[in-house]
């Protein structure tokens, strides 16, 4: 079947996009794509993350071709989902995003960078929450608001939560999104040995219904945390709630 919905995942660093990249890919009518714009984005900063040479060399580097195929392919199935992490959005032309379905996917500043420097130094711009309040107020002004989704509510409630999404979404919501095999999948990108261990070992999402502490932050990343926590909380306000 041609694809006739594309949806863009736009999303934080050590949120759990990955798990959220399963669920969408566990229906029978969505391929999904993990991290398209992270070769492109690798070439223009230099930035040496884990696995970096392996992702030169098995994607495409130009972020125009990337744009071209996500919007143009067709991928054999209904629905895309593609996965983003919002810091490889940086220098690539949004205009692109006007003509899927948009979903800002936060977390706390707090216990994003605290997961994400357990595998690399974090800074503003590779948190990403400042590019996510940008690409809102971009995607606002072109008429097309992104759905907000905060990985807390997500965690409260995942049928009642993913329901919401997918009506917001114009697709039936389809209960094979609540679990996935355990383990590495063909969708991963070659740099899931480097950052998926937790997703891998997941089958669900993991409830919560209580708010867990916000983790005490080294004192060196304090001031990171205060420049994103604005941003979050801005966002943070239009999110689809558990009730």
Known sequence: MPTTTRINLLSTPRNVSTAFMYSFASREDVCAVDEPFYAPWLIATGVQH????????????????????????????????VKNMCPQLVGVPWDYMTQMKNVIFIREPAKAIISYAKVFEPDAQEMGTLTQLEIFHFLQQQGCPPIVLNSAELLKNPREVLTTLCDQLDIPFDPAMLRWEAGPKVIDGVWAKYWYGNAHASTEFRTSRTKTPVPEIPEHLIPLYNQLQPAYEELAQYTIRAE
């Open 50 to 81: 884990p696995g970096r040479e392996e992702t030169l060399d098995a994607y495409e580097q130009d972020a125009q071709k990337v744009i071209d195929a996500l919007l143009h392919q067709d991928f054999g199935k209904p629905v895309l989902f």
